[in-house]
């Protein structure tokens, strides 16, 4: 199918276009900023901006099967003000409404509108539970969500069938929420709201996705979706649940004052309660791949499939006919990690080796972006980046001492955070369609004593969730793997 996504470089967004070329789409993204998506999201994604002209954007409705709404500025940690709403609402709604003109403006619109919401829609509700059935609430965000998904419903008057994405808190590592609360919980504090007793609606980015894929292939589906694990939690047993696998030794709840003081009304996307349950999809016999909170929460902290380990320079073999191999007995670590896929080697190599794809690969808070490339790929060719470390920008320029098309490319650091950096990318054919990807890196981190007391307690934590990420990125956009799952 040709598939539509606007909102594409966000945090579902993004996983969503890998998830659906792995599935065989042809995925094209409606995006602010054409330039930085084009890097975000990979080779082989057409890219459409906002600021083209409705007349424009119709042409590419017209061929298209499927749109996928996912827009909407983050609703926290942010201090509401009048502004703020005007910028919720019309990044929502006004979005939603333009999408919805465009498609009626069509001589065939596309079958299907899947338009994102939010269980907001129920407001505070304390311990009651909540279905698709259950009515709407009270206050901002409720308001917010209810016209947000009238807009959309208005594409059933020309004949698309729409689902409406009642969205709880989604769960991944490196993006949303998690990614801002695993923080503390690593340094060994972490935290709740108020008395710790308010429903928090969970659902892996995952099962969101396979949400996603059934809203557009089953035709029967329509109208709310709550897309929420079976099982959700309250504030506390969330917090605890995650200090045992993050390691924290103290979990303390901050008081609701104090998030109001600092985020004024948007306290209450903290604080409301919602005990929501995926009725809806229940009933479709859906199954959750992560319907238990601590197995997802395991999943994204604390991978499993990303070895470190110190090398032992006696007991390693390199290529001594290489550039620059000399340097690798200075190695002090090495990363190894591989991944089936569902490709030939060639088909493999060609994603790997090209540097269009590197951003998809790599986590947004790495600010991952290009500024220099040369025409063609070759041994001795060079390539700079911007990355960030934590807060730190830095340039990292790399060189190819080893171009094997199909099989190896090896690329080394010529400047960049470490001291040595030596990566080796190997494509392994299993068969005529499947092979498998071996990532193996040996490095040594600036700083002496300092540096490997860093490397233990945060540079090595930071380099098993890249080289997790880029596992899973790869999983889904290629299957061969648990990932590749209908």
């Known amino acids: ?22 599935k065989g ?72 409404e333009r999408l919805v003109s465009i498609m009626e403006n069509c001589e065939l619109p596309p079958a299907v509108l899947i338009s994102a919401s939010a269980v907001g829609y129920y407001g505070d509700r304390g311990d009651e539970k909540i279905t698709e059935e259950s009515g709407i609430g009270q206050g901002y965000l409720s308001e917010l969500c209810d016209s947000w998904e009238k807009a ?17 808190v989604v769960l991944g590592r490196e993006s949303g929420f998690l990614n801002q609360l695993s923080f503390p919980f690593e340094m060994g504090i972490g935290s709740y709201v108020g008395d710790g007793r308010q429903w928090v ?11 996603i894929d059934l809203a557009i292939n089953d035709d029967g589906i329509s109208g709310p979706l709550n897309c929420t694990a079976p099982n959700p939690v309250r504030s506390k047993p969330f917090s605890n649940c995650l200090a045992k696998i993050l390691g924290a030794k103290i979990v303390i709840g901050l008081p609701s004052i104090c998030l109001k003081l600092v985020f004024a009304e948007g306290e209450k996307v903290l604080t409301n309660s919602q005990n929501a349950l995926p009725e809806a999809l229940l009933q479709r016999n859906f199954k959750f791949k992560y319907d238990e909170l601590e197995n997802a929460l395991t999943e994204e902290c604390t991978p499993e499939k990303v070895s470190v380990v110190k090398v032992d320079s006696n007991k390693e073999t390199f290529d001594t006919s290489l550039k620059y191999s000399k340097k690798l007995s200075q190695a002090d670590y090495r990363i190894e990690t ?136 790869i999983q889904m956009r290629f299957g061969g793997s648990e990932y590749d799952e209908s």
Request: aromatic share 12%; charged share 25%.
């Open 152 to 168: 959309a419903l208005e594409a059933q008057n020309f004949g698309t069938r729409v689902c409406t994405l009642r969205l709880g």
């Open 1 to 22: 199918m040709n598939v539509i996504i606007a909102g594409a470089t966000g945090f579902i967004g993004s996983e969503l276009v890998s998830f659906l070329r792995g």
């Open 338 to 473: 591989s991944v089936r896929l569902a490709v030939n080697s060639e088909a493999a190599f060609n994603f790997f080796s090209s540097p269009l794809n590197l951003g998809l690969a790599t986590p947004k808070w790495m600010g991952f972006h290009i500024t220099e490339s040369p025409p063609e790929i070759i041994e001795g060719s060079e390539f700079e980046y911007k990355i960030k470390l934590g807060i730190l920008p830095m340039k990292w320029r790399t060189e190819i001492v080893k171009w094997s098309p199909d099989e190896v490319f090896i690329d080394f650091q010529k400047k960049g955070p470490y001291s040595l950096w030596w990566h080796q990318h190997r494509i392994v054919a299993d068969g005529d369609s499947n092979c498998r990807m071996e990532d193996k890196v040996f490095y040594r981190v600036p700083g002496w004593v300092i540096g490997r007391v860093v490397h233990k307690y945060l540079i090595k934590n930071m380099l098993i969730r890249i080289f997790s990420y880029r596992r899973k990125v």
């Open 201 to 211: 609606p969970w659902i892996h980015y995952f099962d969101l996705l396979r949400i």
């Open 25 to 96: 789409h042809a995925v094209t993204a409606i995006v602010r900023n054409p330039e930085k998506a084009a890097e975000q999201l990979g080779a082989g994604v057409s890219i459409l901006a906002f600021g083209q002209s409705d007349d424009d954007l119709a042409s590419a409705f017209e061929d298209a099967d499927v749109i996928v709404n996912l827009t909407g500025r983050p609703l926290a940690p942010v201090r509401w003000s009048d502004s703020k709403k005007r910028e919720f609402y019309d990044s929502r709604v006004g979005v939603t």
